[in-house]
């Protein structure tokens, strides 16, 4: 015996009905069955809308009363043969009778009672099953119509009734036990013991067939929707949702308790009881697997299941000192809030016992309000109780999962993402089971925190980064061609799908937060862009309000330096290739500092020195690790290493530049380079990172530019100027050569002295294997006292600075290879 429910997307039309009576055949091959059936898809909405119309007057009730029987109608005629369908007309035609009756009884009296409005809305389940066991009988299946109220005995609560078990199973067993057809019985409906129609609540219809389920003892409940099981989360706020397989009772109790409809809650008790299987299946994808809920769920279950949300919520706060140590407070709040008919959703209280607060659905608020105020207005006069606060417009998330249990950790994985994410939780509740954290959010924050902790427990095993990039010159070019390339195999091997949703240059920019395509830049970026202002560009980016939000900077602007606290303050983490803001005042990179941990996000600027080389996070390192830096010494840059590595003094000067430009080791102008204020910036931003307190005019900086050169008005002009020049650096490469030496530019910090200059060094020295573009620096720490701790390697070029810049991405995102924890 196996209990089947179809709920109203599964009864919606005839081509859904027809695909229901295809289900019920293949069914019947191997099973015996009984169906419960819901209303057609949006009839008991209409029903709702009709009585209403009705009381008040309005006689649009009666156009939409003709609209739904000519739907029912229209359905009888495609699917039952026409030698049966005037029978079932006519049987049809009495029953849209009686419901017209009904409404024009209410039109004219103006009275609705919850008694009749549960009457007039039990219809729609009516109509449904008296349609489908004819259509059945239709196709030579032996089907019979019954009415639950025949079946199963409430009290008299209408709207939400409560069920008399020993009565209702006892009935059920006569009147099924025995029955060889199959049953197609309302759901939804149930009766009083003196008659009277009572609905069992909105969804109630699962709960119809899992009481039928538990008198029959069946072998398991089959749930038939128009979705392909329980999902991890709401689909319409989560794009990347899975189906979950498998869940305990426990956890599909949590799950819907907490939003999640595929399933109403009070369906799981009767199951429950009898461990009855509960199958949640896919009506028009139906030998998709769907979901099971059974005692043990699944065991090898880890961590979070599910995550479910109630998407309005009013959170209601008492606090004041004269509560703390008094017995007895909460009791009485919370009987206050149940003779008031309010129900509690979730409730918190401080250790302390200063504050309690607790949740409930906005329909109930003023209800709530009103109560509280009139039970508790003398505490609130002498000030035992401070202004009861109802906060309006804020969501409910759970976070639901059996192997939540005794596992360490769960909870902080959750509140990192979170506050990385700048979501602020106003509520946290965790039972004692330990199966179910929620928290209370703001509703404009919802769709935010459940993508956040979807992605944080990676339940769809897929972690989005949603990035907005600004410069798409030569470096982010670079990077867009570096993202095309590595999304394959970044989705394939770590689940990280990187989704450019915003990029922008000096002129334009782009929002688009279902992403864009990494190529096609910088040439189309003025199609149906709009004029930049840094500013629009991230009030844009931050009112999409996604999760793993990364602003990059492949820019050399100051302007776009001096905005990076307000990207912080929008709670976005932030990767720069930019050295302005680091190399600046030490007063601003302080603050960037601090607004990185205040605000909880990343602050990453590896490319900053070292291009692709770990050369800031080996120092980070260091220092986390206690130890004490004592000299720094390096070849910083990329494009003056290849410069001093080519020249021989055979080739001129200038020319080794102009080779260095046309290679794109060169920033665009190379007197960026050569003016040694890139090494400098470079020097000071790895004594800052060592804990050293410098600023630029700190620093003794040789300039390589000669004046002529360095006041020429375009690069031309600075190439004809440079090489005038050209015989005083071949005398200096002599002198060197001389000696056995070769130049070399260096950095160097010691004792409080920092410089940077071109210098002699000879064969014994440790920076004389330099070639190419390589990059070369030396720490010497409290640990690495004889032997520095060197990195070197390329450190030049739009390719590895691009790399290093999504090293720092794939950082930020929890890449395995980076990190071995939720960032």
Known sequence: MRILKFGGSSVGSEEAIKQVIQIISRKLENDRIHVVVSAFGGVTHLLEEMVEEAYAGEEAYRTKLKEVEERHIEVVRKLIKVKQQSHVLTQLKVLFNELEDVLHGVSLTRELTERTRDFVLGFGERFSAFILSHALQSEGIEAEYIDARELITTDNRFGNARVRTSDTYAAIQNKLGALDSVAIITGFIASTETGETTTLGRGGSDYTASLIAAALKAEAIEIWTDVTGIMTADPRKVSDHLPI???????????????????????????????????????????????????????????????????????????????????????????????????????????????????????????????????????????????????????????????????????????????????????????????????????????????????????????????????????????????????????????????????????????????????????????????????????????????????????????????????????????????????????????????ALEHNVMYLYETNVGAGLPVVKTLKEQVLAGDTITKIEGVLSGTLSYIFNTYDGATPFSEVVRTALEKGYTEPDPREDLNGRDVARKLIILAREAGIEIEMDDLSVENLVPEPAMQANSIDQFFDELAQFDDEFKKRYDQAASRGNKLCYIASYQDGKANVGLQEIGGQHPFNGLSGSDNIFAFHTKHYQDTPLVVKGPGAGAEVTASGILADILRISNVPAFSNEIV
């Open 245 to 595: 397989k498998e869940l305990s009772y426990e956890e599909a109790m949590e799950l819907s308790h907490f939003g999640a409809n595929v399933i109403y809650p009070p369906t799981i008790h009767p199951a429950m009881a009898d461990s009855i299987p509960i199958y949640i299946k896919n009506t028009f994808e139906p030998d998709a697997a769907g979901t099971i809920i059974s005692k043990d769920g699944k065991k090898d279950s880890t961590n979070v299941q599910g995550i479910s949300s109630i998407d309005e919520v009013t959170l209601i706060t008492l606090e004041g000192s004269g509560m703390v140590g008094v017995s007895g407070f909460a009791a009485r709040i919370f009987s206050v809030l149940a003779d008031a008919g309010v129900n509690i959703i979730m409730i918190t209280q401080a250790s302390s016992e200063h504050t309690v607060c607790f949740a409930v659905l906005p329909h109930q608020a003023n209800r709530a309000m009103d109560a509280l105020n009139d039970n508790f207005s003398r505490e609130i006069a002498e000030g035992i109780i401070d202004e009861i606060i109802a906060e309006k417009d804020c969501s409910v998330v759970a976070v639901v999962g059996e192997g939540m249990k005794r596992t360490p950790g769960i909870s902080g994985r959750l509140f990192r993402s979170l506050g990385r994410n700048g979501i602020n939780v106003r509520a946290i509740a965790q039972g004692s089971s330990e199966r179910n954290i929620s928290v209370v959010v703001k509703e404009k924050d919802l769709s935010k925190t459940l993508n956040t902790i979807h992605d944080a427990f990676f339940l769809s095993k897929l972690k989005s980064v949603n990035l907005f990039l600004i410069g798409i010159g030569l470096i982010g070019s670079k990077l867009l061609e570096l993202f095309e390339k590595q999304t394959e195999l970044l989705f394939e091997k770590h689940n990280i799908k990187l989704k450019l949703c915003g990029i922008a240059n000096s002129r334009h920019f782009k929002i688009n937060a279902e992403g864009m395509p990494f190529t096609g830049w910088p040439d189309h970026l003025e199609e149906n862009a709009k004029p930049m202002s840094l500013d629009q560009f991230l009030k844009e980016a931050d009112q999409l309000n996604l999760p793993n939000s990364l602003f990059i900077d492949c820019t050399a602007s100051q302007e776009v330096s001096d905005f990076y606290p307000e990207v912080m303050k929008a709670n976005f983490s932030l990767v720069t290739a930019n050295k302005k803001a680091n190399s600046g005042s030490l007063k601003r990179y302080e603050e960037l500092q601090e607004l």
